[in-house]
Structure formats: structure tokens, C-alpha cells
């Protein structure tokens, strides 16, 4: 009756979450919802998404392909803004991008500027921020040596792989400093390997940079693996199925961690839940 | 009504400006910018329709004859040359050249070998637009997909047929480029060579007006070929749809 | 040693190559040259020179002041013409090309001022400027602005959804929005633009003086066979169809420089 105890264990943790005030959540996505066109041509992406996401906590969201996980995310960056309901950050209503957030989308290739130098590129942020250039060529040379790319700073986006490219998206976010760090399907255009690199990458960056993260992603291994707390959605239109507190601690890494039999479990009821 | 509304952004702007060319030239005293009014009038009674039959068909016929008679030869050239890509190489050279000198520069060639007839004007306009259609075909033929053309190989389709229904709608976007670069040659070489020797067509109507001063007419004469461009580019925007939609469905079975 | 051999034998296969353009391209001169007398020969006609009177005639033409003066007269006024029509053209396209409801409203009206044959104008920029450097300047600057803006507004237009997102996402102010973001993304179809735009300004150029008589090489070209002096008219025509290669040529380096990054120069260079 193993699974019967872990449901137990989830449960009281859970009910923790909710026990502790709102006022503490840093991100609250209140009630979203959101449709995509008008009349005959009305599609509802989002029935009404409800969670909240502690300081310091990285809650990653799945849910079936389509089911409104970007969305979620645009609402999110204040790069789209709901037909109802708000996202509330520290307490603020978000509208238009926040000031203390910085997002790492899927498709590096198109959110790095193939103009500028990879060091230009992590700076260039920077500028909106009132910093001086010798400091924003700093903070960028920093944020990219925490990435393990301090040999790349001048060449172009386009003369790097793939997985350093998207190394140099982390990067750009991490020079902005910000408190909380979304990732739109971060490492699902590079291949299973660079995807492992990836994945320990981030969890080296959250110890040395407290941030409040929000990843989206369709890779359920990877939501566990990385995540304090996964959100599942069901699909058409999007609500939260349940929330899955990842309780594996802060130590991980592929080997032991993935072979750990509390994963295999939580993974289990991670993916009971998406296909439910 | 959004379309409604669509319609009536797009109209907005050319109503506005022809109301305030109307209103500005009114009272215009300057021979250079007689009143619209006065356009719009001598329009009616230069052209409609004895000056179009007359005159814009000449023009339109050395046009239709040169331009087409280019783009025939262009394409066929053109997958004969791609066929062959050691003697494509090697008059590559050549051919930038000539797609690169302004074709108006022979007219005074053409001139005076061949006389002030149609047979000069039709071979001017084919020389001025031939070069970007075949440089454009031969380009295209040589990047119909590589896939495309080897399982057409190992299909044993016969050769006219590959040609036919492989070849050319492969190559079509690009030959359709080109076609389009020789529109605006052609038109441009047909007016010059009818400026030139001043015979007959809208080019040589213009001409003459300025020659007698007559800036109403000169004036009916630009308005007038703005609506011939306007018109042939719908017609070739049309078309270009056409191909390129067949194109696609050729396309979709195959990827 | 082991790793010299090799590259000694790509930089002779590299010589080897180059040594075979060379002799290819000596080639097509050659049977270039042996095609047009033989056209001269079967013309037999005054208007078209052989190549030894043709060739006499370049020797002569070539160091003499009105070569020169033609060919400045020509390219001072493509040059003040491209200035003018880029000064126009560029900024309007991009202003129109930023904004979706210009996009629509000035279509018409761009579409149909772009189709008439600026050859058109001749006659009336005559008579407003006589045959000189100022009515060619005009007659360029017209013809050559339409590709400028049409090109430029779909270029800014061109903005990829997902840069624009990030660098909204990072709160890039405006002003640098526009510098680092939509002019880049603007450039590959503002350089098409201005490609296009130079050789239609060459063409009208030669043309405008060729109908009027307006100093430059058309007007030598059209005074060569006026005054059946055939084979000097033929030296402008040679000099006009090099200056068109030397602007495809010219613009075509530009590119590469200015485009680097862009997919099909990276394609070109790897190739």
C-alpha cells in the first residue's frame, strides 16, 4: 500500500499549502480565463486557472499539448492579457511586463537577436534598467560564465549549438536579476543529452540565484526532476486538475534521483492526472 | 461591416488625395499643373474611345507581342540552359551581363538596324525583359527539390511529362518572379522606343504633346498608363495566385 | 608533415580551380567576342560595329573628356537621385510600415503611384526642367522611392513574433525597441529595396537621356548612332551594361557586409 501511503503524505502537504495565508503567495494566477477570437470562431483556452506560487518555490505546469499552458505563461510575462480574471504579483495586479521578471522562451533561435553578439544579447536588457554599458558588459560576462559560457562572449548566436544558445536565453534572463524566472518549454528543442546538461544547469542556478520560477513544459520527468510543486491542467478549456508538492529535497541530480523510488510514484501520479 | 470598414480604410487616402488635387489645381493658373477639372475633361475626350483604340492598342499590342514572345523564349531557354549545367556555367558570366545593361541602351541600336517599324519596338521589348525571365528559370529549374526530382527519376515518368508536371510548377515561383521584373522592362522599353521614333502609341502621344505644349494632354497620357500598370499588375497579381495555388497542390501529395 | 600534406593539396586544388574560371572565363569572352562580329557580319550594317572598329573606338573614347564627363554626368545624377528617393523612401516606408491602418490606407494609392512608368514623366519634367541633371534627378527620385518604401514597410513589418515578445518581456524602452529590434529585422528587405531601387534609377537615367538629350552616357549612345559614329556609341553601351554590374556587384557586397547574419548570407558562406 505504498501509493496509498504517499497520497496520504501529499494530501497533509496540501493541505498545508492551503492552511498558509494568500497574502504569502508571490505569483497568484486568479481565476484565469481566457478565449481566443470572437463569435463563430471562439475558442476558450482557459476555463479558470487558479494557483499560487511561494517565494523561492519552482512550480513547473503541464498538461496535455493545447491545453493553455503558454497562455497561462503570456498572462503571466503581461505579454497577453486574460479575458477575465488577473494574475496578482506580490499582491499588484499584473498588466504589461513586470519589472522583476524574465522569461526564457522554447524557441531560441527566434528570441535571441542574430545581430548582436551573444554578450550584446545578454546585456541588451539591461539597457532599460538605467545601468552603465561597463557594468551591463559585466553583469552580461558574469551571467554568462554561470552558464559555462564565458569562451562565447563574442561570437554570434546563430555560431553556437542549439543547447548554448538556449544556455545564453538562461543567461539573459539571469543578468536581468529577476525575482521571478518563467520558461516557456525551455528545453524542448534540444536533444535528450543537452536536455540533462540543461536540466542540472538550472538546478546549480536557482542554489546560487533565489528566484521564484514558473516553467512550463510537456516533459513530465522534467517537471519532477526540477520542480519544488508540479500543476497539471486538463485540457479544453484549461482548469487545474491538481497540484503535486514534489517533496524529493533540494539535492538532486539525474542518477540517484530519477531512480529513487518516491519519483517513480510521484511521476506516476503526475501522469495519471494529465491523462485524466 | 468589418469589411466594410476594411473598404473604407483602403479608399480613404486615394479619395482624399484626388479631392484635394481637385481642390488645390482649381484656380491653378501654371500651364505645368493645369486644373484637374480641365484633365478629367480633355481625359474624356482624348481617349474615350477613339484615343484607345487608336492609340493605347498599338501600344498594348507591341507590348502583349514582345512580352510574351520574351517570356516563351525565357522559360524555354531557360530549361534548356538549366538542363545543361556545364553551358550554364559557362555563360553564366554573359548573361548577368546582359541582364545587368539597361535594354533602353540598345534602342538606338535597334534603331537603326531594324528601322522605326513594330518589328524594332517588339524586339526591343523582348530584349529589355527576356534576361530576368531566363536567368530566373534557370535558377528555378535547378532548385525543384532534389528529392522531388530523383523519385521522379527512379518513377521512369517519361520526360515531357517530367518536365510538364515536375520541372515547371517546381520552378514556377521564381520563373514568376522574373516574369513580374520583365512587366515593368517591357512597359518602360515600349514607351521609350515609341518616344524615340515618335510614330504612333501613347509614348509618341506624349512626346508630341510636349513638343506642342499641350500639358492637359501630357498629363491624360501619365494618368492613363497608371491605370494600364495598375491594371496589368492586378492582372499579373491574379495569375500569379493561380499558379502558385496549383503549385502548392502539386506540392502537397509529394511532401 | 602529416598535417601539411593535406592542406598543400587543397591550396593547389584551390590554384587548380581558380586557374580553370579563369580559362573558362577567358573562353566565353572569346566566343562573346566572336558572336558579335559574326552578328556585325551578318547585319552588315553601320549601326552595329565589328569588334576592331569597336575596339579602336574604346582606345580613342576612353581617355578623352567627354567619357568621363558623360560618365559623371550619369552617375551624379543616379547618385543625388538614390539620395533623395532613399532620404524619402526609407523613412516613409518604415512610419507606414509600423503601422498597420497606414499599411492599409496607403496601399492604393502606393500601388498605383509605383506602376506608373516614370518613363511616363519624361516629357513633363522636360518641359518643367529642360534637359539637364535636375529633370533626371527628379525622374529617378520618382522611380526609385517606390521600391525603397514598399520595401522598408514590409520590412518593419517582418518583426519575428517571438523577438518581439522577449525583448517586450525585458521591458526594452521604445527607442532602443526601434534601434536593436525592428530596424534590424528591417534591414534584409530594405537592402533588396535598394538594389532594386539603384538599377531602376540606372535605367531611367540612361533612358531620360536618351529621349531628351540630357547630358550622360544615354545621350552618347544616342549621339554615337545619330552620327554614324556606330562603334563609339557601342563604348557607352559597354560602359552602361559594367556600370550595372558594378552596382548588383557593389550592392551585392554591401549585403554580405550589413546582412552577415542573416539565414541566406550564413548559407552563402558555409557553402
Redesign the interface.
Known amino acids: 500500500m505504498a501509493s496509498a501511503h504517499a497520497r496520504t503524505g501529499v494530501v497533509t502537504a496540501e493541505a498545508a499549502k492551503r492552511a498558509a495565508p494568500d497574502v504569502d503567495a508571490h505569483v497568484h494566477v486568479d481565476r484565469l480565463h481566457h478565449v481566443f477570437g470572437r463569435g463563430a470562431a471562439a475558442r476558450t483556452v482557459l476555463g479558470s486557472v487558479d494557483f499560487t506560487v511561494a517565494r523561492g518555490e519552482h512550480v513547473s505546469v503541464v498538461g496535455p499539448s493545447g491545453s493553455g499552458k503558454t497562455t497561462v505563461l503570456r498572462c503571466v510575462a503581461g505579454l497577453l492579457t486574460p479575458t477575465s480574471g488577473q494574475v496578482r504579483l506580490d499582491g499588484a495586479p499584473v498588466a504589461g511586463p513586470p519589472e522583476s521578471l524574465a522569461v526564457v522562451f522554447q524557441d531560441y533561435s527566434r528570441s535571441l537577436l542574430p545581430w548582436l553578439t551573444v554578450r550584446s544579447n545578454v546585456a541588451l536588457p539591461l539597457r532599460g534598467k538605467g545601468i552603465p554599458a561597463p557594468h551591463r558588459r559585466e553583469r552580461a560576462a558574469e551571467a554568462l560564465a554561470a552558464v559555462g559560457l564565458k569562451d562565447s562572449l563574442h561570437q554570434y548566436p546563430w555560431q553556437l549549438s542549439g543547447g548554448m544558445q538556449q544556455r545564453v536565453a538562461i543567461a539573459r534572463a539571469l543578468a536581468y536579476r529577476p525575482e521571478v524566472l518563467l520558461m516557456d518549454e525551455p528545453f524542448a528543442s534540444v536533444d535528450a543529452q543537452t536536455r540533462s546538461d540543461l536540466e542540472d544547469l538550472v538546478l546549480r542556478l536557482k542554489r546560487v540565484y533565489a528566484m521564484t520560477v514558473i516553467a512550463v513544459t510537456h516533459d513530465i520527468d522534467e517537471a519532477v526532476y526540477l520542480s519544488d510543486r508540479v500543476v497539471v491542467l486538463s485540457g479544453h478549456p484549461a482548469e487545474v486538475v491538481e497540484s503535486v508538492p514534489i517533496d524529493l529535497g533540494a539535492d538532486r541530480d539525474q542518477l540517484t534521483t530519477k531512480s529513487d523510488p518516491r519519483f517513480a510514484r510521484l511521476r506516476a501520479r503526475v501522469l495519471r492526472a494529465v491523462r485524466h | 461591416m468589418r469589411h466594410l470598414r476594411?473598404v473604407a480604410?483602403?479608399?480613404?487616402?486615394?479619395l482624399l488625395?484626388v479631392g484635394a488635387w481637385w481642390w488645390v489645381s482649381a484656380d491653378s493658373t501654371s500651364p505645368?499643373f493645369p486644373p484637374l477639372r480641365e484633365i478629367v475633361a480633355e481625359f474624356a475626350d482624348t481617349w474615350l474611345f477613339t484615343g484607345i483604340r487608336d492609340v493605347l492598342l498599338p501600344t498594348l499590342g507591341t507590348f502583349l507581342a514582345g512580352y510574351s514572345i520574351a517570356i516563351v523564349a525565357g522559360v524555354v531557354l531557360g530549361v534548356a540552359l538549366a538542363a545543361n549545367d556545364a553551358v550554364a556555367?559557362?555563360?553564366a558570366?554573359?548573361l548577368?551581363?546582359?541582364?545587368?545593361?539597361?535594354?533602353?541602351?540598345?534602342?538606338?541600336?535597334f534603331?537603326?538596324?531594324l528601322g522605326l517599324g513594330e518589328e524594332m519596338r517588339i524586339s526591343a521589348v523582348v530584349f529589355a525583359s527576356i534576361w530576368p525571365v531566363l536567368l530566373n528559370t534557370i535558377d528555378g529549374v535547378r532548385g525543384v527539390d532534389v528529392v522531388i526530382r530523383d523519385s521522379v527519376t527512379v518513377f521512369r515518368v517519361p520526360r515531357a511529362q517530367r518536365l510538364l508536371f515536375v520541372t515547371l510548377p517546381g520552378a514556377s515561383p521564381q520563373i514568376v518572379a522574373g516574369v513580374r521584373v520583365g512587366l515593368?522592362?517591357s512597359?518602360?522599353a515600349v514607351?521609350?522606343t515609341e518616344?524615340?521614333t515618335s510614330a504612333d502609341g501613347?509614348?509618341a502621344f506624349?512626346?508630341s504633346?510636349?513638343l506642342s505644349?499641350d500639358?492637359p494632354a501630357?498629363?491624360t497620357?501619365?494618368i492613363l498608363?497608371?491605370f494600364v500598370?495598375?491594371t496589368?499588375?492586378l492582372l499579373f497579381d491574379r495569375l500569379e495566385k493561380r499558379t502558385l495555388r496549383w503549385h502548392l497542390r502539386m506540392r502537397e501529395p509529394a511532401s | 608533415m602529416a598535417l601539411t600534406q593535406p592542406h598543400r593539396g587543397r591550396a593547389a586544388e584551390h590554384g587548380a580551380a581558380l586557374v580553370s574560371v579563369a580559362v573558362?572565363?577567358i573562353?566565353?569572352l572569346v566566343l562573346?567576342l566572336a558572336g558579335w562580329e559574326l552578328l556585325a557580319r551578318i547585319?552588315d550594317?553601320?549601326?552595329?560595329p565589328a569588334v576592331a572598329p569597336a575596339f579602336d573606338a574604346l582606345v580613342s573614347t576612353v581617355p578623352s573628356g567627354p567619357f568621363w564627363a558623360a560618365l559623371g554626368g550619369t552617375l551624379q545624377s543616379w547618385g543625388l537621385g538614390m539620395l533623395l528617393a532613399a532620404g524619402i523612401g526609407l523613412p516613409l516606408g518604415l512610419l507606414i510600415g509600423s503601422s498597420p491602418?497606414a499599411m492599409?490606407?496607403?496601399?492604393?494609392?502606393v500601388?498605383?503611384?509605383r506602376?506608373?512608368?516614370?518613363?511616363?514623366?519624361?516629357?513633363?519634367a522636360?518641359?518643367?526642367f529642360g534637359a539637364t541633371v535636375e529633370m533626371k534627378v527628379v525622374l529617378i527620385t520618382l522611380s526609385a522611392v517606390w521600391p525603397l518604401l514598399v520595401h522598408a514597410a514590409y520590412g518593419i513589418g517582418h518583426v519575428d513574433a517571438v523577438a518581439r515578445d522577449s525583448m517586450r518581456a525585458f521591458r526594452l524602452r521604445r527607442r532602443d525597441r526601434v534601434v536593436f529590434l525592428y530596424l534590424p529585422s528591417a534591414l534584409p528587405l530594405v537592402a533588396t529595396g535598394l538594389r532594386v531601387a539603384a538599377?531602376v534609377a540606372?535605367?531611367?537615367s540612361?533612358?531620360a537621356e536618351?529621349?531628351t538629350s540630357a547630358p550622360g552616357?544615354?545621350y552618347e549612345?544616342?549621339l554615337?548612332?545619330?552620327n554614324n559614329a556606330?562603334p563609339r556609341?557601342?563604348v557607352?553601351?559597354l560602359l552602361?551594361?559594367l556600370l550595372?554590374?558594378g552596382?548588383?556587384l557593389g550592392f551585392g557586397a554591401l549585403e554580405r557586409r550589413v546582412l552577415f547574419w542573416h539565414a541566406s548570407q550564413r548559407a552563402r558562406s558555409t557553402a
Open positions: 476594411l480604410q483602403g479608399l480613404a487616402l486615394p488625395l505645368y556555367g559557362f555563360l558570366p554573359l548577368e551581363f546582359l541582364r545587368a545593361l539597361p535594354p533602353i541602351a540598345l534602342v538606338p541600336a534603331i537603326s538596324v515593368a522592362l512597359l518602360i514607351i521609350v518616344m524615340v501613347v509614348g506624349s512626346r504633346a510636349q505644349f500639358l501630357m498629363w497620357a501619365i498608363m497608371g500598370g495598375y496589368l499588375n | 573558362r572565363r573562353g566565353l562573346a547585319l550594317s553601320r549601326a552595329v491602418l492599409r490606407a496607403t496601399r492604393g494609392v500601388e498605383f503611384l506602376t506608373v512608368p516614370a518613363i511616363m514623366l519624361v516629357p513633363l522636360v518641359l518643367l538599377t540606372l535605367l531611367i540612361i533612358g536618351i529621349v552616357i544615354g549612345i544616342a554615337g548612332q545619330a556606330a556609341s557601342f557607352y553601351v552602361s551594361g550595372g554590374v552596382i548588383n
